[in-house]
């Protein structure tokens, strides 16, 4: 094949920028002309697979059953660090029915994240994982667990962020317990504080929020042999499959990774887990197919977390404008090897001139941070968002006015690149409006009884979401004039297959029920993770450039079965159009017999000279009742500004779940741990709050809805994350609003809100 | 929850069948209109019964203790969390999961509603919300947005469709009551 290329792709992933490697070929195609007509984009329509969905018949990796199938379940370590000294599992293994155990003394070597095997030495956190058993049933797999007779010698712990970046916490690691991960200073903020007019300083935390995805992480895991087969619940097949080649040493063309319908990751479900390479050791050992799937229990102590964060954030205003911002923040990563960066939003949100910026990472004896939806943004904009609205308050300025000074700029304040698209004051206008920020009053309004107060308030979400390569989508032509798509990411719940089949349909000119979509399966082209906002803007353009070039060929060939010149045919709701006649697609296509059309498209680099971010904004009306300290939240109003919107039902589905997701995590939602114990004392959903149907509020869904032309031949951006990210901002400064006092922890409980009224009483 | 509103793990107390067990026991019941039988141990969930020798693998296993309604299925019309009741003590009774729900490849209204509204994300709870709406519907014709609401306050939803969830719902009511 001639004029293959390679060429650097920078690309934002959850708050940081890589650069990456695209191998290119002939030529992207143009963004689609302002004022195009389309069939399929833009307009609203359902899932293809809801059939599936609706009636039970989607499978889950929870619902895979296969021949002589046996059930592993593990050993979680009782106590938050203790040495694994000895291990007996031999009743474990007469236990009738039980087919293997695997444990430290006896596993072979599987890497993990940079560890050499997965049952570690020294056990670092309740839930750690100690042994496996598998089993013809998952009783037996369980009676067999509490068989197992395991020697620990038990070592000081520490759990709580606060206490482990004090001196006399146990030290974790040789380093400590906290560990540099990352600062920025822009500018001269000292001398900018030393100048100002006002200064306000305030310190917010946020509490650990669990994931607690519906399905529960999980693996299958089959070896014929020769291929390794794994469905898995899970939101990057092919990241899996690495983690299994990792683990296993296996060739990646022995690995097969499908996962078909997954029930929720928002996150968590990034790559491989213990559990797969649990099933896939048992698999191969035992010649049998093994299912590994996390209890409840489990997953709320093993399977990722949104670390708590401690935030200390100072703030000076001169003449009506903010000169200077410092940041500092800890997050509580237990045994994670990274952070949620929450000091992001404060580098990128607005043009502040003097910042500095730090970040750190504390390791703790509790479960791994895993990415939560918009990971370190959501917990770093509320602090934001809240210190600026102090500092408005302070200065006596409107807080919207205040951040429109701050928010016009079109020019990336990290890089100093131009922004390919933004339109955020446009954001605050549509907000404004919807909310009724004219009728806000300083001190807020009486609510529906005299101890209730209402109050509005505002919150700004930036976000990245250009996506970028590597990104593949084959097309090809089925005898009959179907068409199946084929791309190797994998729909979370947001509608991926549907969106993907919306843009095949409308490049091709042929109608949706025409095209099946194959994803969450290695044996497709590579796609990338379906996380950081960027599934649509990765694969999207690659869609697209597939089914044209499906579409180029399959004209090629009916000017030959139809003997006209190419150049006087085009495709056209289904048939080929030429001078006066139409014929359907299905009748070249079966003239073709198995001749078969396959188009392929790749996802061409971002522009090197732009930055590419999602900018939104949300506005909240609440009312509290000050004799309990509830909080009722009566309206979000969501506006975002993510480019084209290709599907706006499923659009407004994501924007209403990621409201209603932050509501948790600003209302409700608070992994409590046992400080001497180690324990999660909420690892379920009785104690542990999600948003039910009753604490929705009425949510308005609004979108800029321009295309961003300059990102991608699509113009679409990302939007999973956005939506999630200045809901609880908003909701604490409408708190502020109406109360005059500031909740600087979430979630924001009534036991917090009464705690802040007793202040100022 | 409302004193109007629908009971959960709805097996009264007095229409319990006798003591059985310990060991495994022949039990026979209605499950989406045909006869079933199966030989298990009484502690068995209903749940476990129709996902593991019943293979109908549409009702889904979340909490596995009744807080989060992913399981809700219908035992004699009733909604009831199969992972918190026996099926021992679903004895001769009608059980109906999503599977049985649409007709010669007829959808029913509800399923119909949750596709026009996109009243789920992933989909994993949406089993459990259209069933319990579908008992809702059978009991009250007409409901209120409230009713509505309150039929899916036992069934948690991670990805926050509810909006959409409601919506469909209201539909289904009014496409039944045409």
């Known amino acids: 094949m001639a004029g293959l290329r390679v060429v650097k792709s920078r690309d934002e992933f959850e708050g940081e920028i890589f650069e990456s490697l695209a191998i290119i070929q002939g030529s992207d195609l143009p963004p689609h002309a302002a004022g195009a007509e389309f069939e399929e984009i833009g307009k609203a329509r359902k899932r293809i697979d809801g059939v599936q969905r609706v009636t039970g018949r989607a499978t889950y990796t929870q619902d895979v059953v296969l021949p002589g199938m046996l059930h592993a379940r593990v050993l979680r370590s009782p106590y938050p660090r203790a040495r694994v000294r000895a291990i007996d599992s031999k009743k474990a293994e007469a236990l009738p029915g039980v087919r293997g155990v695997l444990h430290r003394f006896n596993s072979p070597k599987a890497a993990f994240r940079g560890e050499e095997t997965i049952f570690r030495d020294e056990v670092r956190f309740i839930g750690d994982e100690v042994a496996a058993v598998a089993a013809d049933d998952v009783e037996t797999a369980v009676r067999a667990l509490g068989l197992i007779e395991v020697e620990y010698e038990l070592l000081p ?41 006002a200064v306000v300083e305030g310190t917010y935390r946020t509490s650990t929020q669990l994931h607690n995805s519906l399905e529960s992480h999980g693996a299958v895991a089959q070896w014929d042999g020769q291929i390794l087969t794994v469905w898995e619940s899970t939101q990057h097949v092919f990241g899996v499959r690495e983690g299994l080649r990792a683990a296993l040493l296996l060739p990646l063309s022995q690995i097969r990774v499908i996962c078909d319908y997954m029930g929720g990751g928002f996150g968590s479900k990034g790559g491989v887990g213990k559990y797969s390479i649990i099933a896939a050791l048992f698999a191969k050992q035992l010649s049998r197919p093994v299912r590994c799937v996390l209890t409840r229990h489990e997953e709320n102590l093993a399977a990722g977390n949104r670390s708590a964060t401690l935030q200390k954030i100072k703030i000076a205003a001169k003449d009506g404008r903010i000169t200077a911002i410092d940041h500092t923040s800890w997050s509580n990563a237990g045994q994670g090897r990274w952070v949620a960066n929450p000091t992001g939003p404060t580098n990128t949100l607005y043009d502040f001139a003097n910042l500095t910026t730090k970040s750190y990472r504390v390791v703790t004896n509790a479960g791994s941070l895993s990415a ?110 179907t068409v199946i798509l084929r791309a190797g990411t994998q729909d979370i719940g947001t509608g991926t297959r549907t969106v993907l089949a919306q843009i095949c349909a409308e490049e091709l000119g042929v109608d949706l029920d025409r095209i099946s979509v194959r994803i969450g399966d290695t044996e497709g082209p590579y796609g990338p993770i379906s996380a950081g906002s960027l599934t649509l803007a990765s694969v999207g353009p690659a869609v697209r450039l597939a089914a044209r070039d499906a579409r180029e060929q399959f004209l090629g060939a009916a000017a030959g079965v139809l003997e006209v010149p190419r150049t006087e045919l085009r495709m056209e709701r289904g048939h080929i159009v030429s001078k006066g006649a139409r014929t359907p697609i299905s009748e070249v296509s079966k003239k073709l017999e198995n001749n078969t059309v396959i188009g392929k498209g790749s996802r061409w680099p971002n522009p090197e000279s732009l930055a590419i971010k999602t900018f939104g904004a949300h506005f909240a009306q609440v009312e509290v009742d000050t004799l309990t300290g509830e909080i009722f939240v009566e309206k979000v109003v969501a506006v975002h500004d993510i480019g084209r919107i290709v599907n706006p039902m499923t659009a407004a589905s994501q924007v209403q779940g990621g409201v209603i997701q932050a509501l948790g995590f600003a209302l409700s939602e608070e992994r409590v741990v046992d400080r001497s114990l180690g324990r999660v004392m909420n690892a379920d959903l009785e104690w542990y709050k999600i948003p039910t149907v009753l604490d929705v509020p009425e949510i308005v869904v609004r979108f800029t809805d321009r295309p961003d032309r300059r990102a991608n031949n699509l113009g679409a951006k990302g939007l999973g994350e956005p939506p999630i990210i200045p809901t609880a901002a908003a909701v604490a400064n409408a708190v502020a609003n109406a109360t005059g006092v500031r909740l600087r922890h979430a979630p924001m409980t009534p036991a917090r809100v009464l705690e802040a009224l007793a202040v100022i009483q | 929850m409302g004193a109007d509103s629908i009971p959960r793990c709805s097996i009264p107390s007095n229409d319990m069948p006798p003591f059985r067990g310990p060991d495994a026991v022949d039990i026979s019941l ?132 509810y909006v959409n969830i409601v919506k469909a719902g209201m539909s289904a009511a009014r496409r039944a009551t045409k």
């Open chain 1, 157 to 197: 712990h520490v759990t709580d962020l606060e206490e482990a970046i004090t001196d006399e916490a146990p030290r974790l690691e040789d380093g400590g317990n906290v560990f540099d991960a990352g600062s920025l200073k822009r500018g001269e903020a000292r001398q900018a504080f030393k100048d100002a007019d």
């Open chain 2, 30 to 161: 209605t499950v989406n209109g045909q006869g079933a039988t199966a030989h298990l141990r009484p502690q068995r969930s209903l749940l476990e019964l129709l996902r593991g020798p019943l293979g109908l693998t549409g009702t889904k296993l979340v909490c596995n203790a009744g807080n989060c309604g992913a399981c809700t299925v219908l035992v004699d019309d009733r909604p009831v969390y199969s992972c918190i009741t026996l099926a021992v003590a679903c004895e001769g009774k009608r059980v109906e999961t999503i599977e049985g729900l649409s007709k010669d490849g007829e959808l029913h209204p509800v399923q119909e509603a949750f596709i026009d509204h996109d009243a789920y994300q992933c989909g994993f709870c949406t089993p459990g919300q259209v069933m319990s709406i579908v008992a809702l519907l059978r009991t009250k014709g007409k409901p209120t947005e409230d009713d509505m609401r309150r039929a899916v306050t036992g069934n948690l939803c991670r990805c926050g469709a």
């Open chain 1, 372 to 481: 939560f939806r918009a990971p370190g943004y959501v917990e770093g904009t509320f602090a934001l968002e809240s210190a600026i609205d102090e500092l408005a308050e302070r200065v006596g300025v409107d807080p919207l006015t205040l951040r429109r000074r701050h928010a016009a700029s079109q020019t990336d304040p990290r890089t100093t690149k131009t922004y390919s698209l933004k339109r955020l004051l446009e954001c605050y206008s549509i907000g404004a409006r919807e909310i009724g920020w004219s009728k806000r009053r300083a001190g807020g309004t009486r609510g529906s009884a005299p101890h209730r107060r209402r109050g509005i308030g505002m919150g700004t979400q930036i976000w990245g979401g250009g996506g970028g390569p590597p990104a593949y989508a084959t097309v090809h032509f089925n005898s009959d004039g």
